[in-house]
């Protein structure tokens, strides 16, 4: 099997690359974005010989399908939407199956975080989104949407849950990554850069769709806040979540919920910094004059708080979930919930956030080449793994030594 990584380089790229890379059944592992020199650090760091380097322009969609041409299936890595979309255009034209992380659901763009993505002309965004799902089926690719930590594990146990019961009525998902307790001490808002933070911050300021009273509504970040208790995997921590987009599929793929939202979690503090920071108005985007100078507030912010919140040497993230589906199973009111707490490997180099990133992404990717994903066009995580295929996905997550635990009660 051979499997190309768009953006090789970056954090989850590289966390694809590396479990691929002990793969038996992957032969060939291609890493592909615009320096050389950050993809041949990564080939060094990994010490394999399947890993080969692919210098290009991955927007030119020539040069891209060029190289998906070369492969069995491919993985995209990037941060931003502009360039995933470009991706997935070049895929789907070409018949060529690909895994990507972002949590957008491409057959309905985010009409609020389309990040100078290119709409052909004469169609609407969500024209465009069909278009692209209509052409995968027409040449036979499969585009898995959304399939990293959240979106991703999130929604494929969410769907497992709703599953479970007889009928389905309420889910919400918390996840989230978070600096150590130890390391949230030492850094502003209780927060260290694990994921590209501009792309953090614009999650707290977009409105967003969740399922109210049975009707889908949009609604401000950061609404619905809950302050709990973790205590499973031996941990007692206390933590809090709000709402945030990031599994937006539910909206279209579960419209029978009577609820339904997504929680990004925190540790405690960090709401009433980003409370401030608004208040201020340093979390703009409209220019405003300072001495004759035009500045935006958010780069500006960006500017000075980034090299605050990166990690010191020595510090670690952790990547937490609590999910919880409730309705109704041999007419009893029931409840199931999915925890994970992991952790980062410093023996391999590789945060938290990575490993349950890049994991489900290699996972996913490894599951494309053996066709047992069978479906085609835009296929969100919760559609696509299910049954035998989730038993086998929790198992191969095990492997990785990240651990997924399912209870389930019945509630009064």
Known sequence: MKILIFGGSGAIGRACAWDLAQRPEVEKIGLVGRRREALTQV????????????????????????????????????????????????????????VD??????????????????????????????????????????????????????????GEGIRKLDQAEKAIARVGGIPSKEAALRHPLRYMITWAFEHVLREYMVRLYVIKNGKVTEVPALIDRERFRFTRFGQDVELECA??????????????????????????????????????????LEPVDFQGIKIVPRQFLLHLIRPKLLPREGETDVCVMWNTITGIKNGRPTQIDYYMWDEADTKHGLTSMARVTGFPQAIGALFLGKGLITQKGIVAPEDAIFGELYEQFIHELEKRNIRILEEIKEIQ
């Open 43 to 98: 080939q060094m760091w990994i010490g394999s010989p399947k890993i080969e380097v692919h210098a290009a322009d991955i927007l030119d969609r020539r040069e891209a399908q060029k190289l998906m041409r070369a492969y069995d299936v491919g993985i995209i890595s990037v941060p931003d939407r502009k360039t995933s979309y470009s991706l997935i255009h070049s895929a789907v034209e070409i018949g060529f199956s690909v």
């Open 101 to 158: 992380n972002l949590e957008e659901y491409h057959r309905r763009p985010d009409a609020y975080e389309t990040e100078g993505l290119e709409v052909p002309e004469g169609m609407s965004l969500n024209d465009y989104g069909d278009w692209l799902d209509a052409k995968a089926k027409e040449t036979g690719a499969t585009v898995l949407d959304g399939l990293g930590f959240a979106p991703g594990i999130s929604n494929i146990t969410v």
């Open 243 to 284: 709402v945030t987009p990031g599994m937006p599929s539910f909206i279209y793929t579960r419209p029978q919920l009577k609820e339904f939202a997504e929680k990004t979690i925190r540790w405690p503090g960090h709401w009433e910094g980003i409370d401030a920071l608004k208040e201020i108005g340093l979390l703009d």
